[in-house]
């Protein structure tokens, strides 16, 4: 075969200017759509469907859906995402190779990745990467599979993501890069407890996932959605929600080892949260899912107005010696 082949792109609305295409790296050998093996040098780069929605019956083709997560390529959420959205459409498995709670929106920059093929419980195929939730999307994003996706679903969280929690979160951070590579994304977390079952979160993540599909977000936008932990019959229904607030109990931990010599463990009791009516935490702790909407402009709007009324120096103020006081 000849030189790189190019990305056919995601799909473009009428009269927006198609983006260029890019080329591949030269020797390295992603699975094809059909999970066969590409030949060296075949790096299409998987860049994002169209983010508006229409019912699924009119797609011409069934959804493509990255599956990913934080806990693990050996989750059983991660097993139950998958099972959830399959009739949905065709679902594609890359995640970290172990477990990356907490790890935010880290991305793997000093070192290279590796990814394994792997089999899941159910004997389908997946990848999983020796990195972050970040880096499994950015992979997916950037070549390592043919073709486009038009959906990243990060999930089943062992613990719920709420409020402040999705500042750390590995589970919501993969979807966040969903986002950022223009394709509409959910992250799914339940709350946690011993021996999780996870029908309740399976079935809630396909209406979100259906949802999203037929309805589209708009560019910047994510799902969060949070379940409680209960079997489907008790579960009080959907809730459209805000972000609420957590309460972090954190204690440092120390410990000395044999040799004498300390380290720590951030340790404590798990975070509470305050039950205001319309939040997240609000809705889980009275048994109904929380659906939230995200967006990824962090912009302080309130914040920005202060800050342009303060006194600021002009450029000729900077080019003056001076303290900067």
Not at 146 to 171: C, K, M, Q, R
Request: glycine residues 12%; hydrophobic residues 40%; proline residues 9%.
């Amino acid at each position: 075969m000849g030189g790189p082949r190019r990305s056919p792109g995601r799909r473009v609305p009428s009269g927006e200017t198609q983006p260029p295409a890019v080329d591949a790296e030269a020797g390295f050998e992603p699975p094809s759509r059909t999970a066969a093996a590409a030949a060296p040098g075949d790096r299409r780069p998987a860049v994002a469907g169209s983010r508006a929605g229409r019912p699924l019956a009119e797609w011409p083709s069934r959804p493509r859906i990255l599956i990913t997560n934080d806990d693990g390529i050996e989750s059983r959420g991660l097993l139950a995402l998958k099972q959830a959205l399959e009739p949905l459409g065709e679902t594609v498995v890359l995640a970290p190779e172990t477990n990356q709670s907490a790890v935010g929106h880290a991305k793997t920059m000093m070192r290279p990745l590796r990814v394994r093929e792997r089999r899941l419980a159910d004997g389908s195929l997946a990848w999983s990467v020796d990195g972050s939730p970040t880096d499994a999307v950015s992979l997916a994003f950037l070549g390592f599979f043919e073709g486009t996706f038009d959906l990243v679903a990060s999930g089943i969280n062992y613990g719920a993501n709420l409020g402040d929690d999705i500042t750390y979160s590995g589970t919501v951070s993969a979807a966040m890069e969903g986002t950022i590579n223009d394709c509409p994304s959910v992250a799914v977390s339940q709350q946690y407890y011993q021996d999780p079952d996870f029908t309740l979160a399976g079935r809630a993540a396909a209406i979100v996932a259906r949802h999203v599909l037929e309805h589209g977000l708009e560019h910047g936008e994510l799902v969060n959605v949070n379940v409680p932990a209960l079997p489907p019959g008790e579960c009080g229904g959907f809730e459209v929600t805000r972000l609420g607030a957590r309460i972090y109990q954190d204690e440092l931990l120390r410990r000395v080892d044999p040799r004498g010599i300390p380290y720590y463990w951030i340790g404590g009791p798990p975070p509470t949260g305050l039950a205001v009516p319309g939040t997240d935490f609000h809705a889980v702790v009275n048994g109904r899912i929380a659906v939230t909407p995200i967006h990824l402009d962090l912009t302080g709007r309130r914040l920005l107005r202060r800050l342009r009324t303060w006194d600021w120096p002009s450029a000729a103020d900077l080019a003056r010696p001076g303290d900067g006081a």
